[in-house]
C-alpha cells in the first residue's frame, strides 16, 4: 500500500503507550480500599417494579451494600422544586422511582469488595414487575410521531417541486439502530475525598462537561469535582453526557464511604450508553434533462426514548448539500420503550446522507448522467441555505482526486456489466459534509528553562490523536522539535475546553494552542530585547534573565467570520465492490476516501481519522444492527459474535486523500475537522457500488447477503 | 457467576473418575464453557481441568486412518502438515472457524460439544427449551434468522454452530469415548442428534463419558474438497450456511461424493441423497445444481431465515465447484 501522505507528520505521539498498555484508562486505577459496583437491569420493558428482594444479594460473602430506588439517598438534582409537577419528559433518573422504561435500565446496583463477588450478587437480586404493554418498532409506531420541538418542518422554495419535475423518483430508506462499540468499556471510579468534594476517573469526551454534569444532578460547586479521563478507548459520541451509570457509582461510593469502580459489561454497552436512532426517510427528488436539481423533498422519522426527544436533524444533508431551489423537508420522532439515543460519530448527516446520496445515484441512472457529473452539475458554489460564500470549498477537486484514484473510468453505467473472477464488479461514490465549528477554549503554555515546553488544556483525547496535533501545532509555531513538547489532557482543572465532539477540537483547541504559542513567543521576543528572532533559544533567554520558566494562557473563540462566512468540511467517498451473484457475498475490493477539510494540521492521524471513519460507514453499509425482539423489548444480538463490526477481513486497501488547501478564515491554521466526514456518505458509497454491480438498489441497512438473494433467489447478472 | 470447585485432572482415569459424579463438568479450551457460566445458562459445581491429559496427538497408522486427540487445538490441527496433506477439508473448516485467538484456546473435543448460539438459549430471561425443558422456544417465533431449516421441531429450531463438525461428518468422521463402562466409538454421524422432543440433548454422549478423539479413515478426497462458508462478515462470524464438500474424481466422472452443510440443522446435515445423485455424474455445474436441489427436500424456512432456501443450493453448486476445480 502506497499512499504520500502517510509518511509525512508526527507519529501518534501517545501510540507507544498505548500499545505497551501503560497508558492507563479509566478503569486502570485504584484508589485505596476501592471496592466494585454491578448494575442489575430490568428484564421487562415497561411497567412497574413490584418489589425488588436483595436479601440473598446482601448476604452473599464480600457484599457491602445493595443500593434500589427503595433505599436510594436523594439526589439533589433530581428533585422537582416544591409546588411545581414532575415534568413529563426529561434526562432519565436513576432510583428515581419504581417505574421501567427500557428493558436493561438499571434497577439495583450490587457493592461488593471484589468484582467477581459483586457480579455473583447481582444475578441474586430478583424484582417483580407490573408490566405494561410496549412498544419498540420503530414502524408500527409511525403514525405516532411527533415533530421535536424547534427543527421540523422547513421550507426552501416551493413544496415538493420535484414532482413537476420530467426525471424524478420517490424513495424510502431506512437504517437500524446502530451501537458506538467502543472497545475500551464504559468505565468509572468514583472516590468522594470529602463530604462535598469528588474526583472521578470516567471516560468521557469531555471532562468539563461530565464535571458540570454533575455537578448540576448531585447540587455540587463545580470546583469542588475533578474529573479525569487521560485516555479513552474510543467513543464516537457514547461519552457526550453523564450516563446512570455514573451516578450509580457516584451515589454507591457515598454510600459505602470507598471509592467505587463500575465497568459496564458488553451488554450494558448496547442498551445504557446511547446508540444511532432507526431511523426511517422518504425523499423525493426530480430534475430536468440535463440533470439541474429541480426539488427536493426529504422526510425523516427517527426513534426515541419514551422519556426523552433526541432530535439529530438527519434531513439537513438535503437543505445544505446541493444547489437546488425547492427543498422541503419534515422531520419527526416516534417515543419508543428503549432507552434514549445520542450522538454518534455524523450524528444526522450520516442517516440523512445515506438517503439523499442513494437517491441521487438512482437519479444518475434514470438520467443517464454519471454520478459523479450530476454532482458536479448541482455543485452549490455559495450555501444553499444562507446564500452565504464559503469560507472555502474544493470539493470539486475532491472529486476529480477520489475518482481517479479508484479508477472512475472503469465504470459501466449498465448494472452487472462487469465480472472479474465470477463476482460482479461495481463502482459507486457519496458525499458528506458537516459544519465546521470552532468553539471558545484555552490553553497554557509553559516553557522551562531546560528548553522543554508543557502545553495543558483540559480537553479528551478519545481516540483521534488530539495530543499529535497539539505538539505538531506547537513544534511549529515554537520551533522545537516535538520530543522536546509535552501535553496534559484530560483532567478537568487544566484551562477551558469544550467535550470533544463534532469534528471541533482541531480548530477550537488548536486555535487555542497556536494562539498561546504565539503569545509565548512575543514574550520571550519582548524579553530577548531588539526585536528578538522567531525561533530563538529560549532556555538561553530564561537564564540569562534568571527565570525558571515563563508561561502564558490564552483563551480563543470563533470571531465574526463566522457570521460572514458559511463553515463546511466535506468528503467524497469511492467504492469499488465485488458481489458474487450465487450468495450474495458483499467484498469492498477497494475504497478510496478524500477529504475538503482544510489544511491537514497532523497527516499521520489525521489519515487513522479518515480511514477508521470510512470502516465505520462499512460497518453500516453492510453489516451494523441492533435487533430486537419486540415480544420481549430485549435485545438478541447484544454482543460482539452477534453485532458485526468489521474485522480486517473485511477491510481492503483504503487511500485516504486530502485536497489540504487552508480555509483563510476559520481559524489561523486553516483546518476543519474532519472525524464526522470521514463516515457521512460512506455508506451511501457502497450501497450505490452494489447497485452498480448487481442491479438490485437496497433501500435499508445492512447490506447483508440475504438481502441480494431477494424473494427469488440468486441474482440474474 | 456461581462460585465452583476447579480441579486438574492428571490421568485419564482421574478425570473419568472427576465426571463421574453430577455437576461436574469438564473444562477443555473453555471458550464456550466459560461463556455459558457467565450468562447463568450453565452453572456446574465443579469443573475439571482435562488440558494435562496426553490428548494432543495428531498421526496417521497403517491403514492411512488419522487420528487426532480430543484436546488437539483447533489452530494446531488446522495447520498439522499431515492434516492439510490427508484430510484438506478439515483443516479448511477449522480456519473458517471463529478466530485465531479461539482456535489457540478451542480444542477438538470442546468444539464437539460447543452449544448453540441461539439468542434465545443464551438470554436466561426468555424462553428455550433446550436450557430450560418445557420453557417454550423463543425463535419459533422470533428472531429466527440463523436458524434451522432441515430437521427442526416445535420445540427447537436452533442450529449446531461448528464448522469443523461439518467437515467431519462429511468425511465419516469417528468418534472415540471413554467412561468407567469403558470405550467406545461412535459415527460422527450418529454423535449430534435433532431436537425432537429433547433439545436438551445436542448429542448421543452418555452422562460420565469423556471424548478421547476422532478418527477419519483414508479416503481419495484430498484433491477435491473444499468447505464453503457464507456469512455476514468475511471472518469471526458463524455460518448463514456452509458446505463441506469433497469429492472423488475419475477422468471428470465423480465416483464418490460427500457433502454436508452447517448453519442448516441441529446437527451437521449430512446430505446423503445429493451425494448418492452425484456418483457416476460428470463434474460439472448441471451436476452440481440437480444434487443441490435434491439436498434441499424436506428444507422448511421460518420467518427470518427463509432466504436460506435460496442461500443453501447456491452454495452447495458453488462449494461442489470449487472442490472440482471448476469455480
Ligand atoms: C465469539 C466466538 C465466535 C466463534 N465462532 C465460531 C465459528 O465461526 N465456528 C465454530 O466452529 N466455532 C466458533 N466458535 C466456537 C468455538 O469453536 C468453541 O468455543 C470451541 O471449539 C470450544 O472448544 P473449547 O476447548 O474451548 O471447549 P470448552 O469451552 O472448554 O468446552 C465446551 C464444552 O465441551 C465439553 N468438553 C470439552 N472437552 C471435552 C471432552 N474431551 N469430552 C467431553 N466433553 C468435553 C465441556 O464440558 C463443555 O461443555 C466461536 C466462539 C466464540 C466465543
Redesign the pocket.
Known sequence: MTNNQSTKGLSRIDGRLKVTGAARYSAEFAPAGMVYGVLVGSTITKGTIKSIDSKAAERAPGVLSVITHQNCPRIAGYQVEPGKKEPEKGTYKLFYNNKILFNGQPIAIVIADTFERALYAASLVKAQYNAAEHNTRLIDQKHEAFAPEGDGTSKRGEADAWKTAPFKLEQEYIIPSEVHSPMELHAIIAKWDAADRLTVWTKTQGVQDTRDGIASIFKLPRENIQVNSKFVGGAFGSALQVWPHEVAAIVAAKLVKRPVKLVLGRADMFTSVGYRPHTWQKIGIGATADGKLVGITHEAIGQTSAYEDFNEGPIGVSRATYACANVNTLYKLSALDIGSPTWMRGPGEATGAFALESALDELSYQLNIDPVELRIINHADTDPESGKPFSSKYLKEAYKLGADAIGWSDRKTKPGATAQNGWLVGYGMGGGMFGAYRDKAAARVVMKDDGTLLIQTAVSDIGPGTGTMIVTIASEEMGLPAEKIKFDLGDSSLPLAPSQGGSGTTATVGSAVYQACTDLKENFQKLAGNGGTDKPDYAAILKRNNLQKLEVTSTTNGGPERDKYAMYAWSVHFVKVLVHPATGVVKIDKAVCVADCGHVVSPKTARSQLIGGAIGGIGMALMEEVVIDHRYGRLVNNN??DYHVPVNADIPQIEAIFVNKPDPYINPMGAKGMAEIALIGMAPAVANAVYNATGKRVRELPITPDKLLGKDGAMES | MKPFQYTKAVTQQSAIEAIAKPGV???????????LMKRGV?APDKLVD?NNLP?KSISLDKAGQLHIG??AL?STVSESPLVLEQQPLLAMALK????PQ??N???V???????TRCAYFYDTTMPCNKRQPGSGCGALEGYNRMHAIFGTSNKCIAVH?????VALAALGAEVT?SSRKGSRVIPFTDFHRLPGDHPEKDNT?ADG????GVVISNNKFAKNSYYLKIRDRQS????LVSVAAALEINNGTIKEARLAMGGVAHKPWRLYDAEKALAGKPANEESFNQAAQIAMQGAKGYQFNSFKLKLAPAAITEALKHAAGIA
Open positions: 460482539f459474535a | 463438568k469438564i473444562i477443555a479450551g473453555g471458550t464456550n464453557l466459560v461463556d450453565t482435562i490428548l480430543a484436546l483447533n473458517a472457524g471463529a478466530s479461539l482456535r484456546m478451542a480444542t473435543g470442546g468444539n464437539m460439544m460447543q452449544r454452530p461448528s464448522d469443523m463438525c469415548v454422549l463419558e469423556l471424548i478421547t469471526y462470524a458463524f455460518a
